[in-house]
């Protein structure tokens, strides 16, 4: 037996974000976002399933509270609907939108619990879409009015605010493989995005110093690790082009200042080139509180020539998968923190996500989703491993309080440690929930 112990500071939570799980897609003004446009569009997203209802989140907001409560967490991260606030994503301020957040953010303080407040979780008002989207900078202005009208608002009462979630898959998986909405399969499209959406993280950033806000503002992208097949310097840098078009891509911009010149030579070969405008650069790199680090999968890959976008090849290793057919591999976890921490230095570091899909249903009254709690203690394990070698880690949150709206998957895969009936909308706390309750208490466990 080990024991697996964390420092007495660590801050625990639970995340979700706004399309997911609030439902209440027509109410109180809210505007239709590229996720409604997309999961109404005939074969998007798997069953025809789409967000309408979701966990009906937006009315059942205070049972979600308590299962937080009791679960002892810190800190909640949850996303704001940009639609709710701005239906036409400029103009005119919907009133019932922001009360909703405040009801909603009073009642967590309420409760004890921190609120962490992610701006954009990939829900861009419908209207921003159809002149453009993130391929327009006007939509990056759009933004800033968006996250100003928020920092004014809620000044004094969320402290910790994320502007973009992933932005890696509003770009790539969204404009180039397509998979999330709008659905574009282009890559300059796709680079040009990327390249917006780090200006819009860097003009918000500058709004908040601007103002004063009394807290701390960060971005969350969602990272993996590509471990080389062999020595061999061709896989070596296989792996190193999957890595950086998560990590570096999005990171060297905001703490370097410029793009990592590997990448920016390889997209070149392939006729990509960057939409960069005198200032850009600077305006994206600006000092931020902390970095979310969202992870939770990676592999074994090596070169293979004319391959993907990147000349390489995952190999299947037969390492344990979860019900979305993702890789179990917390080694990665603690190899893409510690290598966060070399190539940009120590700053506060919060796990913005982790966790897994496990589809376990609940019997007799119980949801034994073992493969989740497993996932939960590799991954603390190497968290732990990680701040042991001197890792900035502030905190640790879950993906997710609930089962969802998994997006491309609609409510066929599972990432909750509460259960939820997506027709009764009845909540049942998974073995994974008393687990991880136990874990925050003692703030350690026994592996
Ligand atoms: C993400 C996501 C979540 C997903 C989770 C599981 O940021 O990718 O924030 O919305 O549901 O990652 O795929």
Same mark, same amino acid.
Request: charged share 25%.
């Given at each position: 037996?080990?024991?697996?112990?964390?420092?007495?500071?660590?801050?625990?939570?639970?995340?979700?974000?706004?399309?997911?799980?609030?439902?209440?897609?027509?109410?109180?003004?809210?505007?239709?976002?590229?996720?409604?446009?997309?999961?109404?569009?005939?074969?998007?997203?798997?069953?025809?399933?789409?967000?309408?209802?979701?966990?009906?989140?937006?009315?059942?907001?205070?049972?979600?509270?308590?299962?937080?409560?009791? /679960?002892?967490?810190?800190?909640?991260?949850?996303?704001?609907?940009?639609?709710?606030?701005?239906?036409?994503?400029? $103009?005119?301020?919907?009133?019932?939108?922001? #009360?909703?957040?405040?009801?909603?953010?009073?009642?967590?303080?309420?409760?004890?619990?921190?609120?962490?407040?992610?701006?954009?979780?990939?829900?861009?008002?419908?209207?921003?879409?159809?002149?453009? $989207?993130?391929?327009?900078?006007?939509? @990056?202005?759009?933004?800033?009015?968006?996250?100003?009208?928020?920092?004014?608002?809620?000044?004094?009462? @969320?402290?910790?605010?994320?502007?973009?979630?992933?932005?890696?898959?509003?770009?790539?998986?969204?404009?180039?493989?397509?998979?999330?909405?709008?659905?574009?399969? !282009?890559?300059?499209?796709?680079?040009?995005?990327?390249?917006?959406?780090?200006?819009?993280? %860097?003009?918000?950033?500058?709004?908040?110093?601007?103002?004063?806000?009394? %807290?701390?503002? $960060?971005?969350?992208?969602?990272?993996?690790?590509?471990?080389?097949?062999?020595?061999?310097?061709?896989?070596?840098?296989?792996?190193?082009?999957?890595?950086?078009?998560?990590?570096?891509?999005?990171?060297?911009?905001?703490?370097?200042?410029?793009?990592?010149?590997?990448?920016?030579?390889?997209?070149?070969?392939?006729? @990509?080139?960057?939409? /960069?405008?005198?200032?850009?650069?600077?305006?994206?790199?600006?000092?931020?509180?902390?970095? %979310?680090?969202?992870?939770?999968?990676? !592999?074994?890959?090596?070169?293979?020539?004319?391959?993907?976008?990147?000349?390489?090849?995952?190999?299947?290793?037969?390492?344990?998968?979860?019900?979305?057919?993702?890789?179990?591999?917390?080694? $990665?976890?603690?190899?893409?923190?510690?290598?966060?921490?070399?190539?940009?230095?120590?700053?506060?570091?919060?796990?913005? #996500?982790?966790?897994?899909?496990?589809?376990?249903?609940?019997?007799?009254?119980?949801?034994?989703?073992?493969?989740?709690?497993?996932?939960?203690?590799?991954?603390?394990?190497?968290?732990?491993?990680?701040?042991?070698?001197?890792?900035?880690?502030?905190?640790?949150?879950?993906?997710?309080?609930?089962?969802?709206? #998994?997006?491309?998957?609609?409510?066929?895969?599972?990432?909750?440690?509460?259960?939820?009936?997506?027709?009764? /909308?009845?909540?049942?706390?998974?073995?994974?929930?008393?687990?991880?309750?136990?874990?925050?208490?003692?703030?350690?466990?026994?592996?």
């Amino acid at each position: 037996m080990a024991i697996i112990q964390f420092p007495k500071d660590i801050k625990w939570g639970a995340a979700t974000a706004s399309y997911q799980i609030e439902g209440a897609a027509e109410e109180d003004g809210r505007g239709p976002s590229i996720w409604d446009t997309f999961s109404k569009t005939p074969g998007k997203v798997l069953n025809g399933d789409n967000g309408d209802v979701a966990c009906d989140s937006y009315h059942r907001y205070e049972e979600d509270i308590e299962l937080l409560k009791e /679960l002892g967490v810190d800190v909640y991260r949850f996303s704001v609907a940009w639609p709710r606030i701005f239906p036409n994503g400029t $103009g005119e301020i919907n009133k019932k939108g922001i #009360e909703f957040y405040h009801k909603f953010v009073d009642t967590l303080l309420e409760s004890g619990i921190e609120p962490m407040c992610t701006l954009y979780h990939w829900d861009l008002p419908q209207a921003l879409q159809e002149e453009g $989207g993130w391929n327009n900078r006007a939509t @990056i202005d759009a933004f800033v009015q968006y996250a100003e009208v928020m920092f004014r608002e809620f000044s004094g009462k @969320i402290k910790y605010w994320i502007t973009l979630n992933e932005p890696w898959c509003t770009s790539f998986l969204s404009n180039f493989i397509g998979a999330h909405a709008p659905g574009n399969t !282009d890559l300059q499209l796709a680079t040009n995005i990327s390249h917006h959406l780090l200006i819009a993280h %860097g003009r918000a950033v500058q709004k908040f110093r601007e103002l004063d806000i009394d %807290g701390e503002i $960060g971005f969350a992208p969602n990272t993996t690790w590509m471990e080389p097949f062999s020595n061999k310097e061709e896989d070596i840098d296989a792996c190193r082009r999957e890595v950086a078009w998560f990590v570096e891509w999005f990171m060297d911009p905001v703490f370097k200042g410029e793009y990592p010149k590997f990448m920016i030579d390889w997209f070149k070969n392939k006729g @990509i080139t960057l939409p /960069l405008e005198d200032g850009d650069l600077e305006e994206i790199h600006q000092p931020i509180d902390f970095l %979310g680090i969202n992870y939770y999968t990676g !592999d074994v890959c090596r070169h293979k020539e004319n391959n993907g976008l990147f000349d390489s090849e995952t190999v299947d290793m037969g390492l344990d998968r979860t019900d979305i057919n993702w890789p179990i591999y917390p080694d $990665g976890f603690y190899h893409v923190l510690t290598y966060v921490k070399e190539r940009y230095g120590n700053l506060p570091i919060y796990i913005t #996500e982790n966790g897994s899909c496990y589809n376990e249903e609940p019997v007799d009254g119980s949801v034994k989703d073992t493969g989740r709690i497993q996932y939960l203690q590799k991954h603390l394990t190497s968290l732990s491993r990680a701040i042991e070698s001197g890792v900035n880690i502030q905190g640790y949150l879950t993906w997710s309080l609930l089962d969802n709206f #998994e997006w491309a998957e609609g409510y066929s895969k599972r990432f909750g440690i509460v259960f939820v009936d997506f027709h009764t /909308l009845e909540r049942t706390k998974k073995d994974s929930y008393y687990w991880f309750k136990q874990t925050i208490a003692n703030n350690r466990f026994e592996v």
